[in-house]
C-alpha cells in the first residue's frame, strides 16, 4: 500500500472520557473483529489489571481500512501516571483525535495531552463524545476546547480543528456544525479520519529507517519492537543495523515483520514506509533505537519524556515467613527484574539506592507503581516496599519544593469533608464554584507529597462518586515535616506465632485491629492502628490461661470488631517512613524496619 493510502492517528483524552469505547466502536463500524471479539467490550484493554481497574495502562496500536484508506489508530492512556505512554508513541501520528465527555468538558490531563500533540505540531480534531447523557451541553464542551488550544498556543491551522459529536456506546456520529443526526452510525468519524488527516510525511531517502517508540514480548517470538518506517522498507530476514546514543552500532536481522489489522498482529511481506510496523528477531534492543541499514549514519534524537517523580525503594523480604507463599528475589534478582521493566517503560527509572542491597525505582506516581508492584507480586514474587517519596531534583531552589493544583468535583454533602482533609495536609483552597448538575469544582494547591494517598482519602470520604485529578504547579516554599505523614500510631507484634482470640479481644480497645484469629504474625508486624500517642508493642498471641480446677462459670464469648484491610496503593501512602510493605503473592503485611526497636520499649 502506498504511503499516500495510510493515515496515522493517536487518540487522546482524559481518563474517563470514552477513548477505548471509541476505538471499540471504530473497528465495529468497519467490521474489523471476529465473531468471538464482537461480542466483548474495552477489547483494547486486555491487560488484566487494565480491565480489573477499568483504564488504559498500556498504548496500542489497532488498525482499520475504511474507503481504500489505512487507519491506524493509537489508543493512549488517559491517566495522569500513564502519561509517558502518551509522551512515547504520539510521536508516531500525524494527527491526534482529542476526545472530551460532553458533560465534563476539557479536564487537566486533556491540557497535558493537548499540550504534547501541540509541541509535535500535530493536526488536531476534536470527537466530543458521551452526547447521550442526560447533562451534556456538546457545544460548550466544543468552545471549551477552543479556549483551552488558544492557551496552549495552537497555531492558526491547529485552531481550525474539525469536529464531531458522537456516542461511542450508542454507536453512532454527527458533524458538530449540522443538525443532530443519529441515523449515520460512524460513517462521519472515519470520513473525517481519512478526509481531513494528511498522509505521512517520509524522510529523505530511500535507506529503510524506522525509530522503537514501544516494546512487547512473546513467548514464542522473544522481544518485539514498534515503530513507524520513516522512509524505505523493512523485509523478512533483511540485514539491519541498531543504533543507540553512545554506543556503537550493532547487526541484526529482521525475523519477521507484522502490522495491525483489527485487533491482529498479521505478517506481512514487507514494511511500507509511511506505516506502523512490529518486527522481532533482535534481542538486544530499547525504546528510542534507530533500525536501519547497515552503513547509514543517520541520527534521530531521543524521545522526549518528562522526568518522573516519585521514588520507591525495593528490597529483599528477609521476614521469618520470608519464602513461605512465593520465590524470594534476592537483590541481584530483583534489580534484573526490575531494569527489564524500564526497557519496555521510558517513564521509569530504576538505580542503585544510597541504602545498600535496596534498588531504587522512580515513576510517574502511585499508581504507576503500583501497577508494576501488583504484575510482581501475580508473577509469584516476594520483596519489600519503602513510603513513596517526591523526589526534589537538582535543579529545586534551597527551601522550595515541587507543588500540584489538586482538582475535585464532589456533591454538596461531602464538601465540607473534602475540604477539612485538604486542610490537614496543608492544601490552600483556591476556587470553589457550583455547577449545574448539583456537583461542586473545588482547586486545592498544595505540596507534592500531601497529595500522596489523597486519592483514596476522597473516594472513602464521598463513597466513591467524587473525582480527583492533579496537575503540576511548579515550586513554593517547603511544608511542615508532617505533611504526608500519618498522624495515628500503630500495634506492633512483639513475637512470633498465632493471633489468638483472646488477646485480640483486649486489644481491639486500643484502635483497630488489622488482623483476624488465627492469623499468623512475626516480630515486628503491624496488626492494627493505636488509639496512643506512641507506637504499641502487643502481644497477641496469648490465649486463656488454662485453670486444672472446673469452673462453673460459662466460657466468655469473644466478640470480635471488624477488622481493616488495604490495597497496595493505600498501604503505599498509609506507612510512615520507619516502616515497608511486605508483598508476596498472597498477602501483603505492614512491618517497621527494623524490629530490633523492640528492645528498646
Known sequence: MEHTNIRNIAIIAHVDHGKTSLVDTLLRATTSLSRQDNCRELLLDSNDQERERGITILSKVTAVNWNQKRINIIDTPGHADFSGEVERVIDMADAALIVVDAVEGPMPQTRFVAQKAIQNDLKILVAINKIDRREANPQHALDRVYDLLVQLGASLEQLDFDAIFCSARNQFSYDAFSEFDDTMGMTPLLDMLVDKVSYPCLAEGNEPVLQIHQLDYSPYLGLIGVGKVLSGEFYKGQAVAIKREGLEDKNGTIREVYHSEGLQRVSIPKGQAGDIIAFCGIEDIAISDVITSR?????????????????????????????????????????????????????????????????????????????????????????????????????????????????????????????????????????????????????????????????????????????????????????????????????????????????????????????????????????????????????CRQGKQLARVWRTTADKHYALKATFTMSLEQAMSWINDDELIEVTPQNIRLKKKSSSTIMLK
Not at 462518586?465 to 513554593?476: F, V
Not at 500495634?491 to 481491639?508: D, E, F
Not at 486500643?510 to 512475626?522: A, N, S
Request: glycine residues 12%; aromatic residues 4%.
Open 295 to 539: 552503513g547509514n549514519q543517520i541520527k534521530l534524537p531521543q524521545l522526549k519524556v518528562d522526568l518522573p517523580s516519585v521514588s520507591v525503594q525495593f528490597s529483599v523480604n528477609d521476614s521469618p515467613f520470608a519464602g513461605q507463599e512465593g520465590t524470594v528475589l534476592q537483590s541481584k534478582a530483583l534489580a534484573e527484574r526490575l531494569k527489564m521493566e524500564s526497557t519496555y517503560d521510558a517513564a521509569l527509572k530504576v538505580c542503585d539506592s544510597p541504602d545498600g542491597g535496596n534498588v531504587e525505582v522512580i515513576g510517574r506516581g502511585e499508581l504507576h507503581l503500583g501497577v508494576l508492584i501488583e504484575n510482581m507480586r501475580r508473577e509469584g514474587k516476594e520483596f519489600c516496599i519503602s513510603r513513596p517519596k517526591v523526589l526534589n531534583g537538582k535543579s529545586i531552589p534551597e527551601g522550595k519544593e515541587p507543588y500540584d493544583k489538586c482538582f475535585i468535583n464532589c456533591e454538596n454533602e461531602y464538601l465540607g469533608a473534602i475540604i477539612h482533609e485538604l486542610g490537614v495536609r496543608e492544601a490552600v483552597l483556591l476556587s470553589s464554584l457550583r455547577l449545574e448538575n448539583g456537583q461542586n469544582e473545588l482547586v486545592f494547591r498544595g505540596a507534592k507529597r500531601g497529595f500522596l494517598g489523597l486519592r483514596h482519602a476522597i473516594n472513602n470520604l464521598s463513597g466513591g462518586t467524587a473525582s480527583l485529578h492533579l496537575e503540576d504547579d511548579g515550586y513554593d516554599k517547603t511544608c511542615s515535616a508532617r505533611v504526608g505523614q500519618r498522624h495515628e500510631s500503630v500495634m506492633v507484634s512483639n513475637g512470633t506465632g498465632k493471633a489468638l482470640n483472646h488477646s485480640l479481644t483486649h486489644l481491639q480497645d486500643r484502635g483497630r485491629m488489622m488482623i483476624k484469629h488465627g492469623q499468623q504474625v512475626f516480630t515486628g508486624q503491624i496488626i492494627g492502628s493505636a488509639n496512643s500517642p506512641s507506637d504499641l508493642w502487643v502481644n
